[in-house]
Every structure is written in structure tokens, then in C-alpha cells.
């Protein structure tokens, strides 16, 4: 099963302020809605906690939490390391989804097989980064643009 791994970012990499994502653009978040849909999405304690009560477990995705120390969330189904994510992943249908945050995106992104990047257009503070990306190991396979941001969707080169 490919790997997935998506994110928003602005040309500085920042991913993230004060817990929370820098900005608000509705566009990129339907985008992100439309591709994670019907899929399972892996993400960080952290990330979890930020998402709004009411969006929490994402809709109609398998949410799965990568943590040591949350307990039982409803909704959810929490493994103790990326591994375990993996599997868990495995077992259900469709492809799996790295959501972030920036600890989980340090090590899911060397086994990621494809990169959905949101390429922020503003600049914006942050105190979060998404890691370095070596694009010499990915090729673009679609991109488009927006009024606020450009997608492009990656493929890891063989």
C-alpha cells in the first residue's frame, strides 16, 4: 500500500504556530478534505488535540493516532509508534494519509511513496517546519493552482 504523506506549508516550510495552522483558506481545506475522503488519515497527538471538537474523528476517514502517552479517543484507534500506524493502516481499505505534525511528518516522510503539498502563496510566522524535503528524489505528477496557494502532488523517484 503506498504511503501517503500531505501538509500546507508556505515557501519557508512553516507549517504551524502556537499549535494551530497559521492560516485559514477554505479552498485548501476542501482540497485536503477531497483527497483524505474515504481514507485513513495518521497523524500526531498534537495534531489530533488541534482539530476543532466537532471535526474530531475526521469524517468519514479511518483516523488513526500515533502516540505513547493519549489514551483511548473516541473515534480513533491509537498505536504507540509509526509502525504499528502502518499496520493498522494496512488493514483497512483505501490508501493511508500522513497528517502531521512536524515530528510525525520527520518520520513518515522517508517512507513516504507520494507528497501532496499545499504551497502556501503568503508568507506567515510560524514556529513549526515541516522537514527538509530532497526534491531530487521526487518528480511532480499534477499541480494547480489557486488563488491562495498551488498544489502539487509528488511521486518519490525509483
Not at 522537514?131 to 489557486?146: A, L, T
Amino acid at each position: 500500500m503506498p504511503l501517503h504523506t500531505i501538509a500546507a506549508m508556505s515557501k519557508d516550510r512553516i507549517i504551524g504556530s502556537n499549535g494551530t495552522m497559521p492560516w485559514h483558506i477554505p479552498e485548501e481545506a476542501r482540497l485536503f478534505r477531497d483527497i483524505t475522503m474515504g481514507n485513513t488519515v495518521i497523524m500526531g497527538r498534537n495534531t489530533w488535540l488541534s482539530l476543532p471538537e466537532r471535526f474530531r474523528p475526521l469524517p468519514d476517514r479511518v483516523n488513526i493516532i500515533v502516540s505513547a502517552t493519549i489514551g483511548r479517543q473516541e473515534g480513533a484507534i491509537v498505536c504507540t509508534s509509526v509502525d504499528a500506524a502502518i499496520k493498522e493502516a494496512a488493514s483497512h481499505s483505501g490508501e493511508a494519509f500522513c497528517i502531521g505534525g512536524a515530528k510525525l511528518f520527520d518520520e513518515m516522510l522517508p517512507l513516504s511513496d507520494v507528497l501532496h503539498i499545499s504551497w502556501i502563496k503568503a508568507d506567515y510566522q510560524g514556529d513549526t517546519r515541516f522537514p527538509e524535503i530532497n526534491f531530487n528524489e521526487w518528480r511532480v505528477v499534477e499541480s494547480k493552482e489557486y488563488k491562495e496557494f498551488t498544489y502539487k502532488k509528488y511521486l518519490r523517484s525509483k
